[in-house]
């Protein structure tokens, strides 16, 4: 047994060992722009002071608000963000399968929203280290204690991961201090007997252990009952160690390993992210940060300037405290000039301080891209709706290359593993009840976001643009409205704008309902004109005379 928990330990300590001077550069980073995370290379005790080695706040504001920025557009509060939609969009208009999405994300926002499932602290935790180290590691476990989802967020320095040929992290290592008190609730039969002695004394004592994820078929493990899984039934194999006592407390074989690691910019060769936005900010921020303390310096020296006396004319020390006095020697001239004065100074590098340390903010700003995810503001009056679409398009350019990866990455992984759980522990009820359309269909997560409703909105535009163009080749020739599918384009425009809208099936009932009953009304029309056609020429043959009616 000891010799199986050194080597599964051997193979995380050689990632943790890979990435020192990685933990190294994320240090730097976090003093600059996340000191309460500055703690890769050093342990702090409760109550040191977080930033204490900075001169001024405006790297760690801009991190800040870029953070708060991504959580508001990508999970934005009050509105439903997620969705799923059938790659066939033909699947997806039909009710039945709407509904049963609907009701689907329902219960799966609900979930998530339960104070129980700590789904916002997690998320806000993994959005600040996302930002400023370009990734954050985030696990979703069903909670069996309080019969929930359990999210929480994890510590870069604790975690070290590997990836295989086809570039997906299969091979996970997290370092954990258990308490003894908690080790003994949740794997009573597997805890070593020196945890179950300590926590008399000290229930609060951490135990050092590791979490490891390794794909299933690189690990030598025989199930309970003997029997051998079936082909594909497991994916990988969850481990916990207890490295004090070199014991294994559990080993699990799962689907789906429950770790979320969105990644911002990778680069070839390397498993581990980086954000662009520090990346570029660090030399500005640190820059900055002279700046900030030269100044302050200048400033010092400005209101409290450095003094000259003369030797031997002043009669005690010199106080500058106010209502302070100076003694000086009364056989002084003071025609030789003051005995006391301050040094005469430059002033003028003060403003261009000033002006330099601006310029630096605003290219950390930059850099967090915090001049481009700002939507663009519509003046309907004054604005035709090509400039509103130009405009449009260039807020779309700037903020995709933020927004993309993020919903690629960390968006759609965590609604994939939240929706996977809640789906195999029968939140979702039976499995007979999904419609049979969707049976063995591909599905995609869609999300609701500004950048989104931006390009949702391009649609409504371009129909707008398009109606004007045809009105105007209508009036040239009538013939060209068979050119173009008016009802199509609409109904794409309408989803665009977020109007709601009914099936398109019951929208072709209704419409052949409205085409039914107007033909039946021209129907009646004619029959009642074709009546009343009649009745006057009855009152007419009766009007004649004999010999008239005759003739006639």
Not at 339 to 362: M, T, W, Y
Not at 451 to 469: G, I, M, P
Request: aromatic letters at 8%; glycine letters at 6%; hydrophobic letters at 40%.
């Amino acid at each position: 047994m000891k010799l199986r928990v050194r080597d599964i330990c051997e193979i995380g300590d050689r990632l943790f060992s890979q990435r020192l001077s990685l933990s190294g550069f994320w240090q730097e980073v976090a003093e600059n722009f996340y000191p309460e995370r500055a703690d890769f290379t050093v342990r702090r005790a409760l109550g040191t002071e977080f930033a204490s080695g900075i001169m001024t706040g405006a790297p760690v504001l801009t991190r800040r608000e870029l953070a708060d920025q991504i959580a508001a557009m990508i999970r934005p509060r009050g509105k439903k963000w997620f969705g799923l939609a059938p790659q066939d969009e033909a699947i997806g208009e039909k009710q039945a399968v709407k509904d049963w999405i609907d009701q689907k994300c329902t219960v799966m926002s609900r979930a998530m929203d339960d104070p129980d499932a700590r789904f916002k602290r997690a998320a806000k935790e993994t959005d600040n280290d996302y930002v400023t180290f370009g990734q954050g590691v985030m696990t979703i476990e069903l909670d069996e204690v309080n019969n929930s989802l359990l999210y929480r967020n994890w510590h870069l320095r604790d975690v070290a991961w590997s990836e295989n040929d086809r570039l997906v992290i299969d091979t996970i290592h997290r370092n954990w201090k258990i308490q003894c008190r908690d080790m003994i609730k949740r794997y009573p039969k597997s805890v070593d007997q020196k945890v179950i002695t300590a926590c008399k004394t000290e229930p609060f004592k951490e135990i050092d252990c590791r979490h490891v994820i390794i794909p299933y078929d690189e690990y030598d493990y025989t199930p309970p009952n003997g029997k051998k899984p079936r082909e594909g039934q497991w994916k990988y194999m969850s481990i916990l160690v207890d490295r004090e006592n070199e014991k294994i407390l559990s080993e699990t074989p799962i689907k789906d390993h429950p770790y979320i690691i969105p990644r911002w910019q990778t680069v070839s060769g390397s498993q581990y992210g980086h954000s662009p936005a520090t990346v570029i900010a660090l030399p500005d921020a640190r820059l900055l940060q002279r700046i900030t303390f030269t100044l302050i310096e200048a400033g010092e020296k400005a209101t409290n300037p450095p003094m000259l006396a003369v030797q031997e004319a002043l009669r005690s020390d010199i106080s500058l405290l106010a209502g302070g006095v100076t003694w000086v020697d009364a056989a002084y001239d003071e025609r030789l000039g003051e005995v006391l004065r301050p040094i005469s100074q430059d002033k003028s590098g003060l403003n261009f301080g000033a002006d330099l340390a601006g310029r630096h903010e605003e290219m950390i700003r930059a850099a967090f891209y915090l001049n481009k995810i700002m939507l663009p503001a519509y003046d309907g009056a004054a604005m035709t709706a090509t400039e509103v679409r130009t405009r449009t398009e260039e807020y779309i350019r700037s903020a995709l290359p933020l927004f993309e990866p993020i919903e690629a990455e960390y968006s759609g992984q965590l609604c994939e593993k939240t929706f996977n759980i809640l789906m195999d522990n029968g939140a979702f009820g039976p499995a007979q009840n999904v419609p049979d359309e969707l049976r063995g269909a591909d599905l995609k997560w869609v999300f609701k976001s500004p950048l989104t409703d931006a390009v949702d909105r391009e649609d409504a535009l371009s129909f707008q643009e398009t109606a004007q163009l045809l009105s105007m080749a209508v009036q040239i020739d009538p013939s060209l409205k068979a050119d173009y599918d008016v009802r199509k384009h609409f109904r794409k425009a309408m989803k665009g704008l977020g109007a709601p809208m009914i099936d398109e099936e019951q929208a072709d009932e209704a419409i052949a309902q409205a085409q039914q009953m107007a033909q039946l009304q021209q129907t009646a029309g004619m029959v009642g004109q074709g009546a009343g056609v009649a009745e006057q020429v009855g009152k007419a043959i009766q009007s004649l005379t004999p010999q008239q009616a005759e003739a006639a």
